[in-house]
């Protein structure tokens, strides 16, 4: 199969084109080139006019939307920017591509309010920042183009194969080794999926004879706050704890409302398409072994 990755030069897209490439022909697109850029990539501004360019080269069978703003103070600062990239850029690849095209949009927790403890499919969406709002206006051009669409919804954690960005998972290891303080949040709850294991999820969606048609949620199976999972990170990886403090979403004022709870219920899909997700155990031993992998490779 032909697919084409937007937000190839991000953390879940790079190494998403990376183990796709092993079963399909993958096509890349970022907003800039770097130097452990795939094969076939090229760079295309989701604020760009046309995407015809891109289309002609890449003409894919599945398009996996994974580019987007993903800073929430700046989306915040920048409403605009925030809906034309993670929004109305889906209605731009829906009108220059045929219906037999499948979407893959790579959404997000943020799209429900802290209310919700494990947010299920069926739940109404009710973002509270402009990002999360974003997502959702991606997930209308998604749901209401003429394809064949999955929308995932996730929370994930991984290392980024771009080395010019830096991720949350890259922010607690440096801090460590740098000993710098840190104030992870344990008032905010989640339950994270690595990049890798989430890569395999859409590499079995994208095998499947009868393809979704429907909103899933693909994360890990275990809830932590931020500050554990920092913490159990750091263990499994032997560096040192001690830089790291308990800190509180509510005492940071100047930043963008984030929600305090940001799980998500994976029961209809691990039961519906009988797929076991991973618990925080495996999803650190994961991160682990990318880390170890890098540092041989460094
Ligand atoms: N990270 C997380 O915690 C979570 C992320 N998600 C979703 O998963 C997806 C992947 O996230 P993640 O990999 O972490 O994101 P990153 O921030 O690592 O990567 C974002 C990607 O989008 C690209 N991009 C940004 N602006 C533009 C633009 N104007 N034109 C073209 N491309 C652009 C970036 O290009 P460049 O590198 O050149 O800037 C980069 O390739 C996103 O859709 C996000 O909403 C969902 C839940 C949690
Ligand atoms: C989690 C955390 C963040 N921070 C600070 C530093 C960090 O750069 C900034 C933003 O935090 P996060 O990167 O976790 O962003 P945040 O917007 O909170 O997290 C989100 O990311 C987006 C992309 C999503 O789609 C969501 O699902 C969600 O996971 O807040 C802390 O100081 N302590 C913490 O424990």
Excluded at 213 to 231: A, Q
């Amino acid at each position: 199969m032909r697919v084409l990755i937007t937000g190839a030069s991000g953390m879940l897209g790079a190494t998403l084109a990376n183990m796709l490439k092993e079963e399909h022909e993958v096509f890349g697109t970022g907003n800039s080139n770097f130097d452990e850029q795939p094969k076939n990539y090229k760079v295309l501004d989701l604020n760009a006019e046309s995407y015809k360019d891109v289309m002609e080269w890449s003409n894919p069978n599945v398009i996996i939307l994974s580019g987007a703003l993903t800073n929430g103070n700046y989306c915040n600062d920048n409403p605009e920017e925030a809906f034309s990239i993670n929004g109305i850029s889906v209605k731009k690849f829906a009108e220059v591509t045929n219906k037999n095209v499948k979407f893959i949009y790579i959404s997000t927790d943020a799209v429900f309010p802290s209310k919700l403890h494990l947010a299920k499919e069926s739940d109404c969406v009710s973002p509270e920042n402009v990002y999360g709002k974003s997502k959702e206006l991606g997930e209308f051009f998604t749901k209401f183009s003429d394809k064949q669409f999955c929308i995932i919804r996730t929370t994930i954690v991984g290392l980024n194969l771009n080395s010019k960005k830096r991720g949350f998972v890259e922010w607690i290891i440096n801090a460590s080794k740098t000993s710098e303080d840190i104030f992870l949040f344990d008032d905010v709850v989640f339950n994270p999926i690595s990049i890798w294991e989430l890569a395999d999820e859409i590499k079995h969606i994208i095998s499947l004879e009868n393809f979704p048609n429907e909103v899933l949620h693909i994360s890990g199976t275990e809830i932590v706050t931020k500050y554990k999972f920092g913490m159990e990170l750091l263990k499994a990886l032997k560096l040192e704890t001690e830089t790291v403090n308990r800190g509180l979403i509510s005492s940071f004022k100047d930043r963008a409302k984030r929600c305090n709870d940001q799980t998500l219920s994976c029961v209809y899909y691990q039961d519906k398409y009988k797929r076991k997700l991973p618990k925080l155990a495996d999803t650190i031993q994961t991160i682990n072994q990318y880390y170890e992998a890098d540092k041989i490779r460094k």
